[in-house]
């Protein structure tokens, strides 16, 4: 699988933007770049994905570098909910597995 | 909203004991994963089952487990005969055919063996 790279942690106050790096050199032309999220004390949770183009949804956006080794998970407003581990995931698309790494942990304060 | 749906959401048993745990994925869904979770660890994949066959499994997937999908619409994993390390959270998952490969994830299991 290739590999992503995530801060282990970030820091942001509530009502306010964050943005969630991600880098991925080694993505292949069919790697489609997945974000999970984990709050605590709960199941992983899907939150976007992207081949090649930025994406919206009600959850986030998902800003994807011209060359592809790098996106970046918008949350648009953070609140208090959106803390949670936050994981980039590269997946072929196919039935392939999801392989976790260790993730951003987004802490949000009031 | 469909979900996934795992149970037990807790369970204790004695070290060597077999248990089952289950999980009833989504209904049009026809991918099916469990993942564990250690305490303070990563999410690790067990295994992958499409077919009513494993497609895929990890290392950690040996001959104390299985899986079954007896009955078109529960998904088990049995662990024959549990080991302290076993203790974790059981995380189950289904994806549908089409997509790009989005899962859905239950809320987990969490297993102690003392």
């Known amino acids: 699988d290739a590999k992503t790279t995530q801060p282990n942690s970030m820091e942001s106050n509530e009502e306010e933007p964050v943005h969630l790096p991600c880098n991925h050199s080694?993505?292949?032309?069919?790697?489609?770049i997945h974000w999970y999220r984990q709050l605590p004390s709960q199941g992983p949770e899907y939150v976007i994905h992207g081949l090649t183009s930025n994406v919206n949804n009600r959850m986030a956006s998902l800003a994807i570098a011209e060359d592809r080794k790098s996106s970046t998970l918008i949350l648009h407003r953070a609140t208090l909910r959106d803390a949670a581990v936050y994981y980039c995931?590269?997946?072929?698309?196919?039935?392939?597995?999801?392989?976790f790494g260790t993730g951003t942990r987004l802490q949000v304060t009031l | 909203e469909p979900e996934v749906t795992q149970t037990p959401s807790h369970q204790v048993t004695q070290m060597g004991q077999e248990v089952i745990l289950r999980c009833v994925p989504i209904s049009n869904h026809l991918y099916f994963y469990w993942y564990r979770q250690i305490l303070g660890q990563k999410v690790e994949f067990l295994v992958s089952?499409?077919?009513?066959?494993?497609?895929?499994k990890s290392e950690i997937f040996d001959d104390q487990f299985s899986v079954e999908r007896p009955d078109g619409s529960n998904f088990t994993l049995k662990i024959r005969s549990t080991k302290l390390e076993d203790s974790a959270m059981y995380f189950c998952?289904?994806?549908?055919?089409?997509?790009?490969?989005?899962?859905?994830f239950g809320e987990g299991s969490r297993l102690t063996v003392l």
């Open positions: 995931i590269l997946n072929t698309g196919t039935a392939s597995k999801l392989t």
């Open positions: 998952a289904s994806r549908s055919t089409g997509g790009t490969g989005e899962l859905f």
């Open positions: 089952f499409y077919n009513n066959e494993i497609s895929e």
């Open positions: 080694t993505i292949s032309g069919t790697d489609y």
